[in-house]
């Protein structure tokens, strides 16, 4: 039953999901905000696909990586335009402006565009396999799992070795500390805003990839899972994100092949009922962090 | 930013006039004035409550001042923002430990450099000489979260010195500390003003520390100046004596 493609569909989900609470606890860490748009950030990605799909008919890697670029644009925006002029009042009135940035954005797609699915281009490779001693292995699997190593790669060099991801890291901490030693607070807001978009619009290729398709509400499951992987990890740590993410893809794909197929549908069900548990025992996620906790204007 | 000085470091003077500063109905600072030279260091006492911490405070920009003003030399910083006032060459430590648990002592240091807008390795230099100010070399590699609190002082100290302000407010950096502690940060500190041309203020009540260390003393009571001098000029002002060191302290 745990076979080696268990394996490998249970490592790329969890990559796809610690790239998901990545870019999610990156924004919470410095500003204490859960942001519901963040879902949105795949829902445009898929469009931008679709619309460059049915103008221009570019080579797909150049239609990606624009969509991954509209994606970090839109994170940009969102803080400046939505969430900078309330970041000073209260914590709820960010949290409701995140919600209403992803109800203005769905609704514009659903105006737009159409609430029907539109198709999403994607590269032969994606539907083809590799055979390796008699297991055929989809591309899409591999590419996804050495796309987020990648990516996790290079983020913890960003954290670790520049001086924004030391400013990164510090203001995640302590962002009042890291305010008043003069650290200027937008750029390190806006950079987190980009990260996070960064890593919503790759997660958003391969994400809209699945189904080769993209509807206005195709960011909900994402987020969900995104907020669900954090909570399992510790909302205040980046590595908590990863790890939750990981442990996210493992427990969901271990429940699929686990459960009778009468209640495969209740699958979701179960996955809460496994977070339920392990919140029972670690109410803070599984890596405390050190963040203060304490929020900022 | 090659040169990443504070900026403007040629100031020598910090001068604070009547500086006053209402809570509600209670008035925390009743104009207060000082002035703090480079080179020397102000010890500033009182009894708690007096207004020390709320002088701090305000000085810095973390509380809006009701009434005086705040100069860095020729340069006006009242009421600016605190970052604004870090970058005019003005630091701070706080009295209780705010450090990035998370991150190294190195990083910690570090982040003061960066925030001053030095390069990397122009950072790096300068974390350096703080750490090795402050005696912490071999912990350099450490997070700050695993620290044991002496060194966790230590360590915000250094960060302060990184930013290389000209004029510097510790507020109680010997709390907590033990004696043996608090001897060792005597002995680093009592050099550096003189050193690096920084004017250094210190708020405490540890006061072997005071009177070993400052070269003038400024005395708080209820938010006024009762008194200021030499150490040895301040114990015997007998309100001083009244309010805050005692009888006793007029012997010895």
Known sequence: MLSVEFLLNAITLGSLCALLALGLVIVYGILKLVNFAYGELIMITGYTLYLLNTSLQLPWLVMALAGVLVAMFTSYSTELVAFRPVRTKSLTAMLITSFAVSTLLQNAALLLISPRARAVPLPKLFSASLTVMGIAIPWRNILTVVTSLVLLIALTVLLKKTILGIALRAAADNFRMTRLMGVPANVVISSAFVISGLLAGIVGLFWVGRTASVTPTIGGGPLLIAFVATVIGGMNSLVGAVVGGYIYGVIFSFLGVMLPQTLLDYREAFMFLVVILILLFRPEGLIRGAGTGERVG | ?252
């Open chain 2, 1 to 252: 930013m090659s040169d990443c000085r504070s900026e403007n470091s040629k100031a020598d003077e910090l001068v604070i006039q009547n500086v006053t500063k209402n809570f509600a109905g209670l008035r925390a600072l009743d104009s207060v004035s000082l002035t703090l030279k480079r080179g020397e260091i102000l010890g500033l006492i009182g009894p708690n409550g007096s207004g020390k911490t709320t002088l701090i405070n305000v000085i810095t920009g973390l509380l809006p001042l009701d009434g005086g003003r705040v100069f860095i030399g020729e340069v006006e910083i009242t009421n600016k923002p605190p970052y604004e006032i870090a970058r005019a060459g003005l630091g701070r430590t706080f009295q209780t430990i705010r450090l990035f648990r998370e991150l190294t002592v190195m990083e910690n240091v570090e982040v003061a450099a960066v925030s001053m807008g030095c390069s990397r390795k122009e950072a790096k230099r300068r974390a350096l000489l703080a750490i090795e100010e402050l005696g912490l070399e071999d912990w350099i590699g450490r997070l700050a979260g695993e620290l044991p609190y002496g060194l966790e002082r230590r360590v915000e100290i250094a960060r302060a010195f990184a930013l290389q302000p000209s004029f510097l407010l510790l507020d109680e950096p010997a709390a907590g500390l033990n004696e043996e502690e608090s001897d060792q940060l005597l002995d680093m500190l009592a050099p550096i003003p003189e050193r690096k041309g920084l004017g250094l203020l210190i708020v405490d009540h540890d006061m072997r520390l005071i009177m070993r260390l400052c070269h003038r003393l400024h005395v708080l009571s209820y938010g006024r100046t009762i008194g200021e001098g030499t150490p040895d000029e301040v114990r015997r002002i007998p309100q001083v004596i009244e309010a805050y060191l005692g009888k006793t302290a007029v012997g010895g």
